[in-house]
Structure formats: structure tokens, C-alpha cells
């Protein structure tokens, strides 16, 4: 059964079209992320979900029901914002509780849930202070009980590690992964950072103005970009993108702008559709995926770059270049002493690559 549809749905202010016809499925017990650039309509679509926006056009249903006008508070969800929004006056437990009071459930099933949250979260002994004696990452935890304790089917999260520093967002991460595996409920998560996208995910909807452009589990996104913006986006460092164009001959080859050593081989490249004619391209290849040295001397495509700028990044080192004086950044073991200016040899196979189209930018 499908924990929540999406059909045709669209959002205006005024003049300005945020959402465009969205059709989403999402099933039961799964972790979609919505992943994008800010103003890409994210958080909108998650809002609209919750029921804190009104559609302009388009259905929304929950495990079966149509909710697209029921208010927040009947549509069976748990929402985490990126602010915590705490009550600062009340004690951890007294903001866990608070909204079980509303709904007039009997104190032995406020305590129980109370209870329950604050172990899944391992909060317990946080539960007579105030949120001026937390610290961010236990004031989040407790915005997240207090999603926790509703006992709701799906958790919508809005940025919720975003005001949180580097080691306290991979902490958190890690403890949002393990409630999903624990609790088995539909989430939603919304976020722009594209490593919280890839360990979090079931699948990834990758939107840009209003659009999902690709929605599919994350190793597909990374090997299989639809476009090169998706490509751009997932990864880090960022893919290469050298411009040139495919010939088509008896085997299909790369031809490099501003010259290349040799022209790759595109044989054994899996193409939508067979390339008939001389085609203007980019051809995309991930950093990880150049070889350094000795182990470059097996690969399909080898060639010499003169080493510009040296990244140290603990157990990996970046290294900038160019290519037919395009950037081309390839990673080395982070024990390789490199110089700058000196001349090293790289190589790849281009299976391993992604060839988008120049104009369209789509996936060839």
C-alpha cells in the first residue's frame, strides 16, 4: 500500500509558480529525501504535505485518504522544523507531552509515550531540564520526540540538522537512520546537503524550480545522472565536465575541445540511443573514478597533466589540473606527495562516465 500519493499537484503565489504538476508515490515504511538547491521547492512540497500550505491545484493522499484540505493536526503526521521550537519555559518532558495534553489522553498513556520517545532518543535523563540547559543536538533530539510521541504513521523533517555543527549533523544523521530502521515509518526528509541525501535515502527526488527531476535510489542518481545538473549536484568533489563533441565513425569516440592526446573510446558506453551523426557533448567523469600512476597504465584513456593545486583531505588528496585547458580534478592516496607543476599521468575508463548533450544537457 502507498503511504502517500501525490497527484498533479501545483503551487502559485500570485504570478510566481513555485510547485509545476507533481506526481509523487511514496510506499510504506519508506525514507524519501527531497533534495535541491534553496528556492528549488523542497520545503514547499513538504509544507504542502503537512497541510501548512494550500494547493493550488492537485490531490494529496495519506494511507489511502485524501487530506489535501484536512487540517494539519487530522492528516496523521509528525513534523520536525529546522528550528527546534521549543517552549522555553517548560522541561523537556513537559514539551514532549504538551501536545498529548491537548488531545486529552489519560496521564498512563502520556507517560508511556513519554517514556518510550525518550528511549528510542536516549534522552531520559534529560527530561527535567529546560531547553536553555541543552545543548543543539539534544534540544533537535527532543524537537524530534516530540514528533516521536504523536505515534504517527509518517515524519515529515524540514531541514532539521541544518543549525547544527559538522560532528553533531553526522551524530544526529546517524540516529535518524537508526529510528527509521527501529520504527519502520514513512519519512520524508528535506535538505540541500547531498551527503545527508545519500546515507539517509530509500530513494532521492532531486528538484530544481518547482520540478523533481530525478527520483530514484541513490546509486542509480550517482552512476546514472538524468541531466548535468543532477550530475553537478551529487557528489564531492563535483563530477568533471569536459566539453567536446562524439563522432560517431565506426565506433563512437570523444573529440576533446583544445585537443587531447587521444580520443576515448564510447564502445562499450551505454547511449539512450545510437549517435548517427557528430554530436556537441560533455563528457563527465567522476574524480574517484581517475586512476593515478602505475594504475593509470591499464586504462582505456591515459593522459599527462601538469599539477596546479594540491588539496589535502586526510585519508584522499585532490588534485586540480587542466585538460585541453578545461579543469579535470582527480583524487590520489592521501600519502602521495605531489608538487606543484610537476607532470603526472591519469587515466579512466569511460564507462564509467556520463555524456550529456551540450544544449538540452540531458543524458545521452
Not at 10 to 18: A, D, I, Q, R, T
Not at 64 to 84: A, K
Not at 89 to 99: A, I, R
Not at 165 to 188: P, S
Request: proline share 4%; aromatic share 8%.
Amino acid at each position: 500500500m502507498n503511504s502517500i500519493e501525490i497527484k498533479k499537484l501545483s503551487l502559485n503565489f500570485g504570478e510566481v509558480v513555485v510547485l509545476k504538476d507533481l506526481n509523487l508515490t511514496i510506499e510504506k515504511g519508506e525514507f524519501l529525501v527531497l533534495l535541491g538547491a534553496s528556492g528549488c521547492g523542497k520545503s514547499t512540497l513538504l509544507n504542502c504535505v503537512a497541510g501548512l500550505l494550500d494547493v493550488t491545484d492537485g490531490q494529496i493522499f495519506i494511507n489511502g485518504q485524501n487530506v489535501t484540505w484536512l487540517e494539519p493536526s487530522q492528516r496523521g503526521i509528525g513534523m520536525v522544523f529546522q528550528s527546534y521550537a521549543l517552549y522555553p519555559q517548560m522541561t523537556v518532558k513537559g514539551n514532549l507531552s504538551f501536545s498529548l495534553k491537548n488531545a486529552k489522553l489519560s496521564k498512563d498513556e502520556i507517560e508511556k509515550r513519554v517514556q518510550n520517545a525518550s528511549e528510542i532518543l536516549q534522552i531520559e535523563d534529560l527530561l527535567k531540564r529546560k531547553p536553555a540547559a541543552l545543548s543543539g543536538g539534544q534540544r533537535q533530539r527532543v524537537a524530534i520526540g516530540r514528533a516521536l510521541v504523536r505515534d504517527v504513521e509518517v515524519f515529515l523533517f524540514d531541514e532539521p540538522l541544518s543549525n547544527l555543527d559538522a560532528k553533531l549533523r553526522t551524530d544526529l544523521r546517524v540516529e535518524i537512520k537508526r529510528l527509521h530502521q527501529k520504527l519502520d515509518n514513512t519519512m520524508i526528509y528535506v535538505t540541500h546537503d547531498q551527503i545527508e541525501a545519500m546515507t539517509l535515502a530509500n530513494r532521492i527526488a532531486i528538484m530544481r524550480d518547482g520540478l523533481i527531476l530525478q527520483l530514484d535510489n541513490p546509486k542509480t542518481i550517482y552512476n546514472f545522472p538524468v541531466n548535468k545538473y543532477v550530475a553537478e549536484f551529487i557528489g564531492s568533489p563535483g563530477m568533471n565536465f569536459l566539453k567536446g563533441a562524439i563522432l560517431p565513425n565506426d565506433k563512437p569516440t570523444f573529440k576533446l575541445d583544445g585537443g587531447w592526446c587521444e580520443s576515448p573510446d564510447l564502445s562499450n558506453y551505454m547511449f539512450y540511443e545510437p549517435i548517427k551523426t557528430e554530436t556537441q557533448a560533455w563528457l563527465g567523469i567522476r574524480p574517484e573514478n581517475v586512476v593515478f600512476g602505475d594504475d593509470a597504465k591499464n586504462m582505456p584513456v591515459k593522459f599527462s597533466l601538469e599539477v596546479e593545486v594540491v588539496e589535502p583531505m586526510g585519508a584522499n588528496t585532490l588534485v586540480w589540473s587542466k585538460m585541453g585547458g578545461q579543469e579535470f580534478r582527480f583524487m590520489v592516496d592521501g600519502n602521495t606527495t605531489l608538487s606543484i607543476g610537476e607532470r603526472v599521468t591519469v587515466g579512466f575508463d569511460p564507462v564509467h562516465s556520463s555524456v550529456f548533450d551540450l544544449d538540452s544537457e540531458d543524458r545521452l
